[in-house]
């Protein structure tokens, strides 16, 4: 299956909004420059134009480790200023260097107080994971992250709106990597760009040629790789020397080869295959039924209520989130999944989809599906002795119910599941042996039940020996002819299935030289595979229940 969405036929992303602020260069800077290049150092004009983005470096390895460039850097000042003006907003700040945004929190800290934090390649995911709690934090967390280019990678901060791009990176894809960590699904804001830029130097430069040339900042502009593998050498001969002339040009030549690259990928678009990747009724149709699903309050106590019979420990956060640790009470050692640290996990999308460090709850999440393989797979509750209380029916009429898990082994590969799942028979067996699970749904049934403990219940199972065995053969004849008929149905719908899917494609490859025959012959196989997969089915004794009736 093949499926293609592009921004441009997709609605709803936020737009993005480009804030540029000259700033003086600072003598310190410029006197460090000078220095530099009349020691007139070995090397690459790559690597002279990468010296000269970064100017606070260049300073710092002149003079030594104590020099505090952030005490003089404009850059800083305005930076303070921006916090201090947008103390409700969080804000996430963007630097090359782990150093530089190092630099930076203490900046924030030592002069105005700002409450922020940093995250970089040197810290342990842990500790990563902890600076972006902070951040994400709404009450008492930090209002600023600042990030470092690598630090930054894959991770995701829509819940705020305002980017500070401390300096430029020279690859447009790491540009637009910077964006992303805001620009994605589930930022409910436009963005807001800033970037505060030393004058007349290669930052601003550089800025020019993203801004003017690929409009890199307000749109995606995925030819970015191209257009800076081809404009590479001019790109950084204008960042190196300031000559206007080829400044011009260069941006010239990059719009222009920009329109040719973004048409060429307009008509490379398939407009059919982008209607049946993103649109039609039945998106609409799933996408309510995720809202629904969402909305569905019988699952979330379900699932709290499974935590609580395993013993997890629950703490209520606030945000509509819980942190759930495992606890010395635990039904079981260990809980697969769930760290000693713990987890924080919600049950409302909105708030997973904006906060990176969350996890979200649905009904497949592992966290849930763990949790049912320990309660189904250990033989904690797999037999229960009730009381029915029913004066229509004889006192000491005994009733065995039996769950029965119908299951066929096979790969993952083979989809086996989309026709025969693992499925629970339920026989409801009289003491003669009649199954009368047809006529006495499971619900209204286990309504009128009524538990015992388990020294009463152990005498009265051991006083029905005599009746109960020969119900387990009964049980399973029952059992045995709902399995054929689950199977009988699952290879029916099966054959249905792929033998429609078979006969589209040997249509379609009548007039399509590029379907392939292996591709039908990979149905054919399948359709032999889980036939045999079917009639392999195994039915497994699941759990025991015997009612007795009472009239007490």
Not at 276 to 296: T, V, Y
Not at 384 to 403: D, R
Request: proline share 4%; aromatic share 8%.
């Amino acid at each position: 299956m093949l499926y293609r969405n592009s921004r441009a036929s997709v609605k709803g992303f936020p737009k993005r909004f480009f804030n540029a602020y000259p700033q003086e260069m600072p003598e310190q800077y410029v006197t460090a420059e000078r220095v530099n290049a009349m020691m007139g150092s070995a090397k690459t004009a790559q690597a002279k134009a990468i010296q000269a983005l970064s100017p606070e470096k260049l300073y710092q390895a002149f003079e030594n480790d104590s020099a505090s460039w952030w005490k003089f850097d404009p850059r800083v000042d305005w930076l303070i200023d921006f916090l201090k003006n947008h103390r409700s907003k969080k804000v996430l700040i963007i630097a090359s260097q782990a150093e530089t945004a190092l630099s930076l929190e203490e900046a924030l800290r030592t002069r105005e107080g700002i409450q922020a934090t940093v995250f970089h390649e040197g810290m342990s995911i842990i500790e990563r994971d902890k600076a972006g709690a902070y951040f994400a934090q709404e009450e008492g967390g930090a209002q600023a992250l600042i990030c470092s280019e690598i630090g930054s990678e894959g991770r995701n901060f829509q819940f705020a709106s305002h980017l500070v791009l401390f300096d430029l990176p020279l690859n447009p894809d790491l540009l637009e990597q910077r964006i992303g960590r805001l620009d994605r699904i589930g930022q409910l804001n436009d963005i807001q760009i800033h970037l505060p830029y030393l004058s007349d130097t290669a930052q601003e430069r550089l800025m020019r040629w993203y801004h003017e040339g690929l409009n890199a900042f307000e749109l995606t502009c995925p030819s970015g790789h191209v257009l800076f593998g081809e404009f590479a050498d001019e790109l950084i001969d204008v960042l190196s020397n300031d000559d206007e002339d080829a400044m011009v040009q260069l941006l010239n030549h990059t719009q222009h080869r920009y329109k040719e690259l973004k048409h060429a990928m307009e008509q490379g678009r398939d407009k059919l295959l982008e209607i049946n990747s993103h649109g039609g009724e039945r998106a609409n149709a799933l996408i309510q039924r995720l809202s629904d699903s969402d909305n569905d309050t019988h699952l979330i106590g379900s699932v709290i209520r499974l935590w609580d019979i395993i013993g997890v420990d629950q703490e209520d956060r606030g945000e509509n989130s819980i942190i759930l640790r495992p606890s010395e009470h635990m039904m079981f050692p260990t809980y697969p999944g769930l760290h000693e640290d713990g987890v924080t996990v919600t049950f409302d999308r909105n708030t997973a989809l904006s906060r990176d460090d969350i996890a979200f709850i649905s009904q497949e999440h592992p966290l849930v599906q763990t949790g049912l393989d320990l309660i189904t797979g250990s033989e904690t509750g797999t037999t229960s002795v009730a009381i029915l209380k029913n004066k229509a029916l004889p006192a000491g009429t005994l009733f065995l119910e039996l769950i029965y898990m119908a299951d066929a082994s096979a790969p993952k590969s083979t989809q086996l599941y989309r026709y025969l799942p693992p499925t629970p028979i339920r026989i409801l067996l009289d003491k003669n042996g009649l199954n009368m699970s047809d006529k006495v749904d499971y619900a209204s049934f286990d309504k009128q039940l009524s538990a015992v403990n388990r020294h009463i219940a152990s005498k009265l199972v051991n006083a029905s020996q005599p009746i109960l065995h020969p119900l387990f053969a009964k049980g399973e004849e029952h059992a045995k002819q709902a399995l054929n008929d689950l199977v009988t149905d699952a290879r029916t719908k099966m054959t249905l299935q792929l033998t429609g899917e078979l006969e589209r494609l040997e249509a379609l490859k009548a007039v399509n030289p590029n379907i392939r025959e292996d591709e039908l012959d990979y149905i054919r196989n399948q359709m032999v595979e889980l036939t045999d997969y079917m009639d392999n089915s195994q039915l497994q004794l699941d759990a025991i229940r015997m009612v007795l009736v009472s009239h007490v």
